[in-house]
């Protein structure tokens, strides 16, 4: 009985024990577990803090490059704005240029418009400033699209050298059967070569006026080489005839319609008026005789070349510029009256004075129209067509024999090339379309401005 209690009580024992191990063992593992979730817990805030401090870190380094930036951007635009480009930047933007010589469309490359900002234009916190200028262009037409800015001066030197040819027949007589001619064939051959040098000046009044004065001085000279045939002349007579002096002076008066940009017209209206201080065809002496080719005397022709028109005349009209990056289309349109002279006499070699009465020479009406392209920040390139419609000429209110109404067309090729901001210089080259019109015109401007 002892052996079987002592047993009992050893497995009840072992029992306990087990029971008590399984207790304690139970009470353990929530503190196990604990500690590991506490170590996840502080890796994952180390890891945390040092990402913040990486942030921090980039955070910094961005604030540094981009105070480095801003200090870049402020050197770029003062440099250039030193060199100039900054107004080139908001011609190209709106196809307009601030303050500068009238003689030349310097547009900025698409490149560097591309490149450039608002930011480069004008400095932070300043609205930028609308130019209302039309755009430059090489200019090849009389006109110029460009005003001068108000309170400068623009002087204006130019050359211009003309020449034409023109052949002439003259048939006097009669015919007794078709295609036979009994009496004078007079043939004619007339080289004309003609030279202007003028000064203009050019003032602008306010930022949409101006005011021009011209004044030329004119060379010319004139050969005409004819052989008479039926008169027993089996050679050339060559006649030959000069004249130099002061031109008509004119005046001009320009003022710019509205404010035009980018692919919006522009639009300057003006009117010319022209004098007749240069030497008129009527003042100059005439190598004829009356009725010199009936009585086959004298030459009919001027023994010296006028100067001038010997008219007095007015001439309104609008000059347009229509820029379209990267070009400038641009043209003119006017209307020239001259006015009618009464008591007009011509002096005649061997017969004195000629009375010729009232003298109204026709009224021209002009049409013409061009490209601009700049070539670069400093050359430009135009190319255009001018037409003219030019009226009869009457006497004593009716037509003079032979005077028919004129068509001249002439092609135009210039060229600008600006030294500065204040001299440039302008080339035209004018060819000739049409048979009455001048074969070839050169013509060179130098503008100044003051």
Not at 314 to 335: A, E, H, I, K, R
Not at 380 to 386: A, E, V
């Given at each position: ?335 020239l009256h001259n006015f ?9 070699v061997l017969a ?99």
């Amino acid at each position: 009985m002892i052996g079987n209690r002592g047993v009992r009580h050893s497995v009840a024992a072992a029992v306990g024990l087990a029971l008590m191990a399984s207790t304690v063992a139970a009470q353990q593992a929530p503190a196990v577990e604990s500690d590991e979730l506490h170590q996840q817990v502080k890796a994952q805030g180390e890891r945390l803090n040092a990402m913040r401090s990486q942030i921090a870190a980039q955070m910094e380094q961005l604030e540094t490059m981009r105070r480095t930036l801003a200090a870049q951007e402020a050197q770029y635009r003062e440099l250039r704005q030193a060199v100039g480009l900054d107004v080139l930047d908001r011609q190209r933007a709106g196809n307009i240029r601030a303050a500068g010589s009238s003689a030349t469309a310097l547009p900025m490359p698409a490149d560097a418009v591309a490149a450039a900002g608002p930011e480069d234009t004008q400095p932070v916190g300043q609205a930028p400033q609308r130019d209302s200028r039309p755009p430059e262009v090489a200019p090849i037409f009389d006109q110029p699209g460009v005003l001068t800015p108000p309170g400068k001066l623009i002087v204006e030197p130019s050359y211009q050298f003309g020449y034409s040819s023109a052949d002439r027949v003259a048939l006097v007589g009669y015919t007794i059967i078709p295609a036979i001619l009994i009496g004078l064939v007079d043939v004619r051959q007339v080289k004309t070569t003609t030279q202007t040098g003028a000064i203009a000046l050019r003032y602008g009044i306010t930022n949409r006026m101006e005011a021009e004065v011209r004044i030329p001085f004119v060379h010319g000279h004139t050969d005409t080489i004819s052989r008479e045939i039926f008169t027993g002349s089996a050679t050339d007579r060559a006649f030959g005839a000069s004249g130099s002096g002061l031109g008509d002076i004119e005046a001009t008066l320009r003022y710019q319609l509205n404010d035009g940009g980018a692919d919006k017209a522009y639009y300057v209206a003006w009117l010319r008026a022209k004098s007749r201080t240069g030497r008129d065809p009527f003042e100059v002496t005439t190598d004829c005789v009356q009725r010199c080719v009936q009585n086959a005397t004298g030459t009919g022709l001027p023994l010296q070349l006028p100067t001038g028109s010997g008219f007095y005349s007015l001439q309104p009209g609008v000059t347009w510029l229509y820029p379209s990056d990267p070009v400038v289309f641009f043209g003119n349109v006017s209307y020239l009256h001259n006015f009618a002279r009464n008591n007009v006499s011509r002096t005649l070699v061997l017969a004195g004075k000629e009375n010729l009465g009232k003298i109204q020479v026709g009224d021209v009406a002009d049409v013409s129209v061009g490209m601009g392209l700049a070539l670069n920040e400093k050359a430009s390139f135009s190319i255009g067509y001018d037409q003219s419609w030019v009226g009869v000429t009457k006497q004593n209110n009716r037509r003079v024999a032979g005077s028919v109404k004129t068509v001249l067309g002439t092609l135009l090729i210039g060229g600008s090339y600006r030294f500065s901001d204040k001299r440039t210089l302008n080339f035209t080259l004018g060819v000739g379309v049409t048979r009455d019109t001048p074969d070839a015109t050169v013509t060179v401007r130098v503008p100044m401005m003051y």
